[in-house]
């Protein structure tokens, strides 16, 4: 069996050309989308991850409005940006960047929640999940729009599929669950969560059709752990060094290599899931200005 590798790099290109048109004929409209983002210190991660995000919101018409607070910050001025950020029309995306300096972790819970349901699109409110759980108009984490619009696009349907996710956290399992669980189109499957250390977890991921997995154990499900002909979307991520070159490099929670023998569709890593994440939080902030505008 020859499997479909789901390039997100790929398909978010593409999704950012359509993205930058949908932009423009809500601009037509007197309507810009704007995300803003707020890095607290110096991080070299979270800068280069901002700057992702803001080369982004150039290429999908997305007005960025980043907020960058000294090291030292105190938790009343990053409680106070957030809160100006929710008074602000122009603002229809909010998120804070992720590690916060150490002496802000006491106030991190608090920064999330004051971020109002209806620019969270981060998708971490607990109105937002309460909202995707019963059906409601939500905002998921860029991680699940990545997947359902990874499988719309290749016109795979989880309708009434068993799909099983290994992973029960609050970013992936949980809320991919709930969009798929709704009785509407692109969903209406049989979710089955599972634990990573769940003794016999191959008795649960060889009935999967579609299996999501995401623990980072490098090489954690192997090909007899699954079943002919499934879709497998893999979100894990570990740095390993190469025991040939020596040099270091990221790979998946799957077997890739194995794996994509008896697969229709699977995601590679890297390359894979990851690329989609900016592209859909764009597409989230896009969603909030449509929705603040009622169109």
Known sequence: MTAIILDGK????????????ES???KIKGVVPGLAGILVGEDPGSATYIGLKSKACEETGVKEMMRHLPENATGVELLGTIQKLNSDNQVHGIFVQLPLPEHLAAVEAKALALVVPEKDVDGFHTINV????????AFFPAVVVAIQEMLRRNNY???YKNVVIVNVDNMVGKPLASLFVQD???ARANVTFCHPLTPDLAEYTRRADVLV???NKPKFITANMVKEGAVVVDFGGTTVTDAVSGKRKTVGDVDF???KEKTSMITPVPGGVGPMLVTMLMANTIKSAKLAAGL
């Open 24 to 26: 423009e004929r809500l």
């Open 184 to 186: 509407i189109d692109g």
């Open 130 to 137: 309460g909202r995707a759980w019963l059906g409601q108009t």
């Open 213 to 215: 997995v995401s623990v």
């Open 157 to 159: 349907d989880v309708k």
């Open 257 to 259: 290599d194995a794996v």
């Open 10 to 21: 790929k398909l978010s290109a593409e999704i950012r050309i359509e993205l930058k048109a």
